[in-house]
């Protein structure tokens, strides 16, 4: 009925209207419920291939003591449960999950386009709704540690030295903004040791990537800070039509020198 009124974007923003607290409980109710559609945005069996053929890729002596993966844009944790699902075949218990995301919904951004998909506050997800998400998709309690806040506040040496993480060998980028994926990516420099391998969940969404704009830009800005990096693209690691995955190395010998990537 909802789909043949049309009435489906009338309601999406009239949901937004509502007080936080209310959509929290709406959004539990749902999850409650089973009633997912809206709220998963991944394709769950192509991502849960992609990552366990990543961790494949870095073989087992890059995912022991002291190595996380680490995911910044969490929303109700689908991704997340798709890792915990790859850690498990792969037999990469030692692996911890570590989620970033400001359980508010999208930040303002100032590289507004206008263009521009998202608002403020736009896939928003409280830690409740998250945590009772992924307790639906069997992930156990305690399982992924969380680090609720705005990414310029959070991102922080400080965090890095208490999360205790020594390495990232497997990060994924579901920010959107170039900002928001800059600071994480900024976040994760010290963290890549000799590879990594790094998800983009929305590389191409809204024509971004051809654009110069989003995930693409934050990337190609990234590398040029850090020349003891290269990039290369990974197509074989890509899920659904947005994404995009990049093989990152750290070329120490060459601290100095701009590389030649073929980012874009």
């Given at each position: 009925m909802v789909d043949r009124l049309n009435l489906?974007?009338?309601?999406?923003?009239?949901?937004?209207?509502?007080?936080?607290?209310?959509?929290?409980?709406?959004?539990?109710?749902?999850?409650?419920?089973?009633?997912?559609?809206?709220?998963?945005?991944?394709?769950?069996?192509?991502?849960?291939?992609?990552?366990?053929?990543?961790?494949?890729?870095?073989?087992?002596?890059t995912l022991g003591p002291g190595a996380a993966y680490l995911e910044f844009g969490v929303y109700v944790g689908t991704s997340m449960a798709c890792m915990y699902r790859a850690v498990a075949a792969v037999g990469a218990d030692q692996l911890r999950l570590i989620g970033f995301d400001s359980f508010e919904g999208m930040p303002e951004d100032d590289d507004h386009d206008p263009v521009w998909t998202w608002a403020p506050g736009q896939l928003y997800s409280d830690l409740r709704l998250t945590k009772a998400n992924l307790r639906r998709l069997g992930v156990p309690s305690g399982r992924v540690e969380f680090v609720p806040g705005?990414?310029?506040?959070?991102?922080?040496?400080?965090?890095?030295?208490?999360?205790?993480?020594?390495?990232?060998?497997?990060?994924?980028m579901d920010c959107v903004l170039e900002s928001s994926t800059r600071t994480a990516l900024e976040f994760c420099t010290p963290l890549i040791a000799d590879r990594a391998?790094?998800?983009?969940?929305?590389?191409?969404?809204?024509?971004?990537?051809?654009?110069?704009?989003?995930?693409?830009?934050?990337?190609?800005?990234?590398?040029?800070?850090?020349?003891?990096?290269?990039?290369a693209p990974r197509d074989d690691l890509g899920y659904g039509k947005d994404s995009q995955a990049y093989l990152i190395t750290r070329r120490e010998a060459t601290v100095g020198l701009v590389p030649e990537t073929t980012v874009g």
């Open positions: 489906r974007p009338v309601l999406r923003r009239v949901f937004k209207r509502l007080p936080k607290s209310v959509r929290s409980q709406l959004g539990l109710l749902q999850v409650r419920l089973g009633l997912m559609e809206g709220l998963i945005k991944v394709p769950e069996e192509d991502l849960i291939e992609r990552l366990t053929a990543a961790l494949e890729l870095l073989g087992p002596e705005w990414y310029d506040q959070s991102l922080s040496a400080d965090t890095r030295s208490r999360l205790h993480i020594e390495r990232a060998p497997v990060i994924m391998v790094v998800f983009f969940d929305d590389w191409s969404a809204a024509d971004l990537a051809n654009r110069g704009l989003g995930e693409a830009r934050a990337l190609e800005r990234w590398l040029a800070e850090h020349p003891e990096l290269e990039a």
